[in-house]
């Protein structure tokens, strides 16, 4: 399958003038809801990486919220494993809450629809950590950072699309006056 062109067809891939939950700019940005609020290819990008993932032998997939909430559960569902998910709380810092616990599991795989920097990849391996367990490796749909490693855990994807990004202060469209879209859920300061 194709899946540059399916992230295209389903206006997955954006282009305009975007803050990234990194608090890089960019001018384009993937917004993996589009394709996966299809249950048909949600499935079959779950089905992939599992099939990437399953040579880690995981017990367990987890993945930070909002975004990687379809696909890590798909991903499970495929590997047949329990899944969990992280959140942020109203201060911003990922936690597991609703009676979530990774220490009941040893060899955790954790599962994003988008990794540009790595940062709630990190997040969660630091809480699995901290619970006394251990990321085996960490996978996206999309890989738009061009990271292939997080603290030395490989990184599985289905498609890598390095993307042009830019700081605030070196970004050609703030220079041109293009207005800035912050179209993620995650709070941030922009860099």
């Not at 798909?74 to 911003?92: K, S, T």
């Not at 699995?128 to 950072?145: D, L, Y």
């Not at 603290?151 to 041109?176: A, M």
Request: with cysteine; proline share 5%; glycine share 6%.
């Amino acid at each position: 399958m194709e899946y540059k062109r399916l992230l295209e067809e389903t206006g997955a891939i954006l282009h305009g003038h975007f803050l990234l939950s990194s608090g890089l700019h960019s001018d384009s940005y993937v917004q993996c809801a589009k394709i996966l609020k299809y249950p048909w290819y949600a499935e079959d990008l779950g089905y992939e990486l599992s099939v990437k993932i399953s040579k880690y032998n995981p017990d367990c997939v987890i993945s930070p919220a909002i975004g990687g909430i379809i696909i890590g559960y798909e991903v499970a569902r495929h590997l047949n494993v329990p899944f969990l998910f992280a959140e942020r709380d109203d201060d911003g810092v990922m936690k597991f809450r609703r009676e979530f616990d990774p220490s009941d599991f040893k060899n955790i795989a954790v599962v994003e629809d988008v990794i540009t920097t790595g940062k709630s990849t990190s997040e969660i391996i630091d809480l699995v950590e901290k619970a006394g367990s251990r990321v085996i490796c960490a996978s996206s749909i999309v890989n738009r950072g061009s990271v292939n490693q997080i603290r030395e855990i490989h990184v599985l994807s289905l498609v890598d699309l390095p993307l042009t990004h830019y700081t605030r202060e070196e970004c050609p469209l703030c220079q041109n006056g293009i207005p800035l879209v912050k179209p993620g859920t995650r709070k941030m300061k922009e860099s």
